[in-house]
């Protein structure tokens, strides 16, 4: 009985070492929406929608930061932005197709925003706009942001 109270203590120890080294410690300031293992999680997040929703303004820019300890993306569906909207993906990529090859192929990095790294972008252009995290898609990772005047 002595055994097994000893390892309880010691792994709550241990435990309780490592909680400040597993996973981001990144502020809610710091961001607008966070990452994590298979979902986007705006704050606030706007209810009521179909996927998880932030609303902003023409001109904010908009910052999404990896809070979970798996790699991700921030992809823009080409089909999801507003015409007259430059598409948009974290790596930089000018269409989605090259988001998508350069994550299939590791090309310039894939677009990975790692655990405690941040990715933004700038909304110049009023309406609805539809994005994804390719690895983590067919797990239904995906966002939107509502820009309004």
């Known amino acids: ?3 097994r ?5 010691a792994g709550a120890g241990v435990s309780a070492a490592l909680a400040g080294c597993i996973g981001p410690s990144l502020s809610t300031s710091e961001y607008d929406i966070g990452m994590q293992s298979n979902a986007f999680v705006p704050e606030p997040a706007v209810e009521g929608n179909d996927v998880p929703t932030f609303e ?12 979970g300890s798996r790699n991700h993306t921030v992809t823009a569906y080409e089909d999801g932005v507003p015409e ?15 988001a998508r090859d350069a994550w299939e192929n590791s090309i310039n990095g894939g677009g990975i925003v790692q655990p405690s ?3 933004e972008h700038t909304f110049e252009v009023a309406g609805d706009y539809y994005y994804v995290c390719i690895p983590h898609e067919s797990a239904g990772m995906l966002g939107k942001v ?3 005047e």
């Open 1 to 3: 009985m002595q055994r």
């Open 5 to 9: 109270a000893f390892l309880a203590a």
């Open 56 to 67: 902003a303004s023409v001109g904010d820019t908009v910052v999404w930061a990896n809070t």
């Open 84 to 98: 007259g909207a430059d598409y948009w993906a974290s790596g930089g990529f000018e269409s989605e197709q090259a």
């Open 117 to 119: 790294e941040t990715y």
């Open 146 to 148: 509502v820009v309004t």
